[in-house]
């Protein structure tokens, strides 16, 4: 399907790595880049501010849903928050102490922040006491995305290159859950569609309720989990993409019902969960390596799809006055803003 996006001009000299959106009525669309750069737009392409926040790349960029002012980057191994009515300087920063950050998130109650890292560590932040919380260690490889369960407090998971997904309570600073990855998707049948690649988890994404993980692999694939209950049980893999999915997402205005994938090969999909899961479903626990999770499955046809010209390093959903967007950050200087038939 073909769409065209909007594309914001001028507050960028680098690789776009990051973007965000803030919540508030004015909406502004928050870009990272390469080399510390950071910009501020408005939905219409007007840049608003764009500074230098250090010698790093802004790796991820995270807005608050409390607070539709505040908003958090990593720069390298630091964390930096920002308050938009006042950019001259940081609210806040932290120190990783470790290698460097590729995603930052909030938990449901934005009393903690984690950090997933290029040492595989995880670092947790007390936001409220202003200090390290606690840090996760157990990945083999580069940690390259994380996030907090909304329905379980002190739950939380991380996927890395070690082809895991890891389910941890942070409060006691613990694992309770690991899945290989390697395990699911293989079609022994259909080999010829398979890509051989490594099962690398390039992102995770939590729905908004908290009842679906969904998560995108080096391998061009989609696993979507049930989410709802302690341990992540194995629903079904979705398959489209030709090269890695380097993305997922779950639109907040969506509830549970849509997942958005972007990859390395430039296809931007929008899958409808509802009908996904309606038809061909895989029941399995993951943490206990059922067979089941390696049931046979075709390739498949998102709800909608954007064919990209450049490989998405980030995306993320808002809505603006009623109208659904999709806002990418690629391998251009250029972020874009695309409307979605919603």
Same mark, same amino acid.
């Given at each position: 399907?073909?769409?065209? +996006?909007?594309?914001?001009?001028?507050?960028?000299?680098?690789?776009?790595?990051?973007?965000?959106?803030?919540?508030?009525?004015?909406?502004?669309?928050?870009?990272?880049?390469?080399?510390?750069?950071?910009?501020?737009?408005?939905?219409?392409?007007?840049?608003?501010?764009?500074?230098?926040?250090?010698?790093?790349?802004?790796?991820?960029?995270?807005?608050?849903?409390?607070?539709? !002012?505040?908003?958090?980057?990593?720069?390298?191994?630091?964390?930096?928050?920002?308050?938009?009515?006042?950019?001259?300087?940081?609210?806040?920063?932290?120190?990783?102490?470790?290698?460097?950050?590729?995603?930052?998130?909030?938990?449901?109650?934005?009393?903690?922040?984690?950090?997933?890292?290029?040492?595989?560590?995880?670092?947790?932040?007390?936001?409220?006491?202003?200090?390290?919380?606690?840090?996760?260690?157990?990945?083999?490889?580069?940690?390259?995305?994380?996030?907090?369960?909304?329905?379980?407090?002190?739950?939380?998971?991380?996927?890395?290159?070690?082809?895991?997904?890891?389910?941890?309570?942070?409060?006691?600073?613990?694992?309770?859950?690991?899945?290989?990855?390697?395990?699911?998707?293989?079609?022994? !049948?259909?080999?010829?569609?398979?890509?051989?690649?490594?099962?690398?988890?390039?992102?995770?994404?939590?729905?908004?309720?908290?009842?679906?993980?969904?998560?995108?692999?080096?391998?061009?694939?989609?696993?979507?989990?049930?989410?709802?209950?302690?341990?992540?049980?194995?629903?079904?893999?979705?398959?489209?993409?030709?090269?890695?999915?380097?993305?997922?997402?779950?639109?907040?205005?969506? +509830?549970?019902?849509?997942?958005?994938? +972007?990859?390395?090969?430039?296809?931007?999909?929008?899958?409808?969960?509802?009908?996904?899961?309606?038809?061909?479903?895989?029941?399995?626990? +993951?943490?206990?390596?059922? !067979?089941?999770?390696?049931?046979?499955?075709?390739?498949?046809?998102?709800?909608?799809?954007?064919?990209?010209?450049?490989?998405?390093?980030?995306?993320?959903?808002?809505?603006?006055?009623?109208?659904?967007?999709?806002?990418?950050?690629?391998?251009?200087?250029?972020?874009?803003?695309?409307?979605?038939?919603?």
């Amino acid at each position: 399907m073909a769409f065209e +996006g909007l594309k914001f001009i001028g507050g960028h000299n680098y690789t776009v790595l990051s973007i965000a959106v803030t919540s508030a009525s004015n909406a502004r669309i928050i870009s990272g880049a390469e080399n510390g750069e950071l910009a501020v737009w408005t939905p219409d392409g007007l840049n608003l501010h764009k500074i230098c926040i250090g010698e790093g790349d802004v790796t991820s960029a995270l807005c608050s849903f409390l607070y539709p !002012e505040i908003f958090y980057v990593s720069c390298g191994n630091k964390i930096y928050g920002y308050d938009l009515r006042q950019m001259n300087m940081p609210l806040c920063e932290f120190d990783s102490k470790d290698e460097e950050i590729n995603q930052i998130v909030l938990n449901k109650d934005e009393t903690y922040l984690g950090s997933a890292n290029d040492s595989g560590n995880i670092n947790i932040f007390n936001l409220t006491a202003k200090k390290i919380h606690t840090v996760l260690k157990k990945h083999s490889n580069i940690c390259s995305s994380i996030g907090f369960f909304p329905n379980h407090s002190w739950s939380m998971v991380s996927g890395a290159y070690d082809s895991t997904l890891i389910q941890w309570d942070f409060k006691k600073s613990r694992s309770f859950c690991m899945i290989n990855l390697e395990e699911f998707g293989t079609l022994l !049948e259909d080999l010829d569609s398979f890509i051989v690649s490594p099962s690398f988890v390039h992102s995770l994404a939590i729905s908004c309720m908290g009842n679906y993980l969904a998560c995108g692999t080096e391998n061009g694939l989609v696993h979507v989990f049930d989410s709802s209950r302690k341990t992540l049980h194995f629903k079904k893999t979705l398959r489209h993409h030709t090269q890695g999915v380097s993305q997922v997402h779950f639109p907040k205005f969506s +509830g549970d019902q849509y997942v958005v994938s +972007g990859g390395n090969d430039g296809r931007i999909c929008l899958w409808d969960l509802n009908q996904e899961l309606s038809h061909g479903v895989a029941l399995a626990n +993951g943490c206990s390596g059922d !067979e089941q999770a390696n049931a046979t499955q075709s390739i498949h046809t998102p709800n909608f799809e954007i064919c990209h010209d450049e490989k998405v390093n980030w995306l993320t959903t808002c809505d603006i006055n009623g109208s659904k967007y999709l806002a990418i950050a690629d391998n251009s200087s250029c972020p874009l803003l695309y409307k979605l038939p919603l």
